[in-house]
């Protein structure tokens, strides 16, 4: 890349970086191979939904 254009790459991707940096919130991570964060069953809550694990 030229050098004007990884200056513009960065006006893009560095207030992205800055946002994150501001976050209160943050993405759940969880290990590789398991079903996921234990938080996630929260978007199963209403009594009619239901996880699938038939692996």
Do not use: C
Not at 19 to 26: I, L, Q
Not at 34 to 49: C, F, L, Q, V, Y
């Amino acid at each position: 890349m030229r050098f004007d254009e990884v200056e513009w790459a960065w006006r893009v991707v560095d207030p992205i970086i800055k946002s994150w940096g501001r976050e209160t919130d943050y993405i759940l991570t969880y290990p590789a191979g398991s079903w996921g964060p234990d938080e996630a069953t929260r978007i199963m809550d209403k009594e009619d939904h239901y996880w699938r694990n038939q692996i």
